[in-house]
Structures are given as C-alpha cells and as structure tokens.
C-alpha cells in the first residue's frame, strides 16, 4: 500500500510540473474593423518560428508568413481580400490556432476559432504516460513499435478535454520501442527501453 500511495505521488507531482511547462497560451488575433486589418499578438513563451496562413474558401493557399521568435506583434493589412470567407492558422512548435474568418465589404468578423495543443507523451515507472489538452472532440492514435520496426500495438481514442492515461508495458518483451502519439495537427514521438 506504501508503495501505491508513493507512486500516486511521484506520478501526480510529476503531471502537475508537466502541467506547468507543457500548457502554452495560443496566439491572439485582435480585428481592426477601421483599418480591415488584423494584429497578432505572440505570447511571450514562443522561442521558436511561428507560421500565419490565410487560405481562401476553397482551400487554396493565399497569403503566408514566418515570424521570428523576436516579433511578439505584427499588423496584417486585408483591404485586398475580397467579400468571402478565410481559414486564418497561426502555428507554433506547442498549438496550432485556426480561426474561421468572414470578409464582407470593410468588416471583418471571425466565426469560429479552434486550439490544437501538442500532447505529452513520456515514460514513468515502466509506463508510457500520455496527456493532452482537447479543446474539441479529437481521435489520437498511439502506437507501438518494436526496434524491427513492427507495430506491436496500437489504440485510437477519441476524447475531448483534458485527460492523462497511461499504458503498462509489463506484456511486451525487453527491448527497444518507438512510441507514436498522432493527433489532428500533431505527431509526438519518444523512444523507450524496457
């Protein structure tokens, strides 16, 4: 019972510091309804290259740009888009933001905005841990493989909000393994011993 209870303690400890490093805060759009312009705002965790896109309501690829980790502010100038709807996604290493977005003559408005975070995945006391934050009802897919490259297992599941699980490696056999985490926006991989 000792050991449960310190292991319910080591393993909590743990997910309340990955908790602190590993929750990044989205990047924000703010509308400019005089200008028809919008201003993005980088949180200032972002050490890493963020990409805007714009795509158009066909899908196809319009306007994008790579913002260097310095650039914490930028104004976008949308006075040559036309009266339509826009995909406007804005990524990071850690959340992919995508923000459904209507242009009608000087207004722009957006519809519906989406959070994508980056899901944890690492090794604890012989287990494989995963945790993810969903704002939406997503599928992620993790999988098993062994140093010849062969999928050994491999679960789907869908859920939305946060959640932490975990999975024993007591039945598969000493050895090498990748473990692949897939999401919608992101592929997660560690390698692990047993």
Do not use: C, W
Request: charged fraction near 25%.
């Amino acid at each position: 019972m000792k050991n449960v209870l310190l292991t319910t303690a080591l393993i909590l400890s743990y997910l309340i510091q990955l908790q602190a490093s590993h929750s990044p805060n989205p990047s924000k759009l703010i509308i400019l309804q005089d200008e028809k312009s919008l201003i993005l705002n980088s949180p200032t965790y972002t050490n890493g290259t963020e990409v805007l896109s714009i795509t158009d309501a066909n899908g196809a690829l319009i306007f994008t740009d790579m913002i260097e980790s310095d650039k914490k502010r930028i104004k976008y100038n949308l006075k040559a888009l036309t009266n339509s709807t826009y995909t406007i996604s804005v990524v990071t290493e850690d959340v992919t933001n995508i923000y459904e977005t209507e242009i009608f003559n000087d207004k722009i408005e957006i519809l519906k905005s989406r959070a994508y975070y980056r899901p944890a995945i690492y090794k604890l006391d012989g287990k494989v841990v995963l945790k993810a934050e969903l704002e939406n009802k997503e599928d992620i897919l993790i999988s098993f493989y062994d140093d010849n490259n062969l999928l050994v297992f491999q679960q789907k599941i869908e859920k939305d909000h946060s959640f932490v699980q975990s999975f024993n490696l007591d039945q598969l056999p000493k050895g090498d393994y990748e473990v692949l985490v897939t999401s919608e926006h992101f592929v997660e991989k560690i390698n692990v011993t047993l």
